[in-house]
């Protein structure tokens, strides 16, 4: 498979993140896949926001999960954005999404609209959580899952086999040499995140990774002369 550059919500570095101009920018500038996270509204929407609350990406303050979908979309996400929800970045764009969930919860509505839109070959499914990968694995067979994880030891790669995860993305910070050798002995791909530096993504080249997750499409642009 061939080095993979993964858009952390859209392209933060330069535009509002997880939102539709922002996930446009980052297919036009050419990002192979595009990152973005979903949490549930109070009335069951299928929102995209990273937070919990709404108080650092919006002009609004409170938890997400005590806002209607209409209050939501009363919101500025940033230079006159709104807050979209999923099924809109997927007729806003047409690159290969990359769907981080929070909970069992989200895993459940993300199932539902996944199978509906026929999404397994595009839609692939990230967590922190090994409980929420493992939900997403039994309602949609086929959908390929990652997991996540910032702070973590070798244990992390059969975290990820016992849930039934296809790859691991790691914190670029805490990546060692040992636990990508042991990633490939299970079959996982490896993505770094957040790769925003020339060190990072030699780093990156240097445990030869599958991919790396990015707030700046110079890293698409940069990777392939990085040695």
């Known amino acids: ?8 919500r ?17 297919q036009r500038a050419g990002l192979d896949a595009i990152e973005l996270d979903l949490h549930l509204s109070k009335d069951g929407a299928l929102v995209v926001m990273h937070d919990t609350d709404v108080d650092r990406t ?3 303050r409170g938890p997400i999960a005590e ?4 209050e939501l979309r009363e919101l500025d996400a940033g230079q006159g954005e709104r807050v979209p929800v999923f ?3 997927l007729d806003a764009v047409r690159a290969p999404l990359q769907a981080e969930i929070k909970d069992v919860a989200a895993a459940r509505a993300l199932a539902e609209v996944m199978h509906r839109r026929d999404l ?8 922190f959580h090994d409980e929420a990968v493992a939900e997403i694995a ?31 993305a790691l914190n670029i910070r805490r990546v060692t040499l040992e636990t990508v050798e042991l990633a490939r002995k299970a079959d996982l791909r490896v993505i ?22 990015t707030d700046y499409p110079e890293i698409k642009r940069t990777g392939r002369f990085t040695a």
Request: glycine share 10%; net charge negative.
């Open 58 to 60: 919006t002009d609004g």
């Open 10 to 26: 859209g392209i933060m570095g330069v535009e509002p993140e997880n939102t539709l101009r922002s996930f446009i920018a980052a």
């Open 67 to 70: 806002k209607t979908l209409a």
């Open 192 to 213: 770094g995140w957040v790769v925003n530096t020339q060190d990072h993504l030699r780093l990156v080249r240097a445990l030869q990774l599958d991919g790396a997750t």
């Open 138 to 168: 039994k309602l949609v067979p086929g959908v390929r899952t990652v997991l996540i994880a910032s702070r973590y030891g070798t244990d992390v790669v059969d975290r990820a086999v016992a849930v039934g995860a296809q790859a691991l």
């Open 1 to 8: 498979m061939n080095f993979v550059t993964i858009g952390h």
């Open 120 to 127: 397994v070959g595009r839609v692939e499914v990230s967590s």
């Open 87 to 89: 099924e809109e970045v």
